[in-house]
Every structure is written in C-alpha cells, then in structure tokens.
C-alpha cells in the first residue's frame, strides 16, 4: 500500500557498496519521466551520475547537507529550463518526488540535495557550481540532487499517530474535521 510506503520512507545518507541494477535505474528513470508536469511541458532534465570523481566534486556542492553525495552508487541532477515552463520549480519537484518514492519500492534508500537557492561553504553559488561540473547549458536551472544507493542504515517509520493532524483544516483555516 501506497500510505505504508510513505510511512516507511525516510532520507538515507548512508549508502552500502553495493550495485544499483540496471533494471531498477530504469524503473528510477521512468518513474521521472512518467511525472506529471504542468500543461504537459516536461521542463526537465535528468542527470544520472555513477562516476565517483563526479560524485565527490558533488557531495561539496553546499555548505551543509551534500556529503554523503560521495558515498551514494548514483545521483539524478534534476534541472530544467525556466523558458519552457514558469513552474519548473514544482514540476521538477513532483518528478524528483516520484523518483524518491520509486527507490522506496525497490528497496534503495533516496535522499534530496537541495540546490536552488543554496551556496557552498564559500560562498559560491551552488547552482553555478553544480552547472560547471555537469557541463550544463547556461539556460538550465537545478533544482536538487538526489542521493540513491542500497541503504546501509535503518530508521524507524513514521507513526500515523504522530503526524501533525493540527495542520489540516476543514472548509477554512482553523475549523476541525469533524469526528
């Protein structure tokens, strides 16, 4: 069931060294590209990445939260081109959103690299970077970077109980849903 898959998938920053088949890089790679997008325009491109020495000039792409970037058996860069589409930015995210939700199916732990809006330790702009490395057309945006691999570390599922049921509202702000 869809709801026990979201329970359980959690990010994963801790890869094993063990291959990523074919069969499910191409599952991870249909998944993004059968996303739904804004009046159809599939803004994006995806970068899928399994060279190590990329891997690691990625994993210092920002200040915080990229490392484990070197550790991963493959990334998708997810980027697309605003002139296509003036909501690049949610398309892109439903499409690395499907992505992330197809590892959980096959078993591989994901995790997102945010990298609009963000700067390496030196100030940089982590989108110019990222760009550089991947040899991205200057017309490209990123949007993130997401981290995929075998999971070499466990972490407890969501509790049902637990979700933050204060946040919904029913016909208007600040009505409850009835019993």
Known sequence: MYLKMLQKRRSIRKY???????EQIQALLQAALLSPSSRGQRPWQFIL????????????????????LAGAEYAVAIAADPEVSDVWVE????????????????????????????????????????????????????????????????KEDHELDELAY???????????IPN
């Not at 939700?101 to 110019?128: F, H, K, P, T, Y």
């Not at 204060?166 to 409850?176: A, L, S, T, V």
């Open 91 to 154: 398309d892109c995210s439903i499409a690395a959103t499907n992505i992330q939700m197809m590892a959980e199916d096959l078993g591989l732990g994901s995790c997102w690299v945010q990298i609009r809006r963000r700067q390496r330790q030196n100030g940089e702009d982590s989108e110019s970077y990222v760009k550089e490395i991947l040899d991205l057309p200057q017309d490209l945006r990123v949007l993130a970077i997401i981290a995929l691999g075998h999971p070499d570390e466990e």
């Open 49 to 68: 990445i399994d060279e190590n020495n990329i891997l690691a000039e990625l994993a210092d792409a920002k200040a915080g939260g990229s490392s484990f």
């Open 16 to 22: 094993k060294d063990e291959e990523v088949n074919g």
């Open 166 to 176: 204060d946040k919904i509202h029913y016909n208007c702000y600040g009505q409850e």
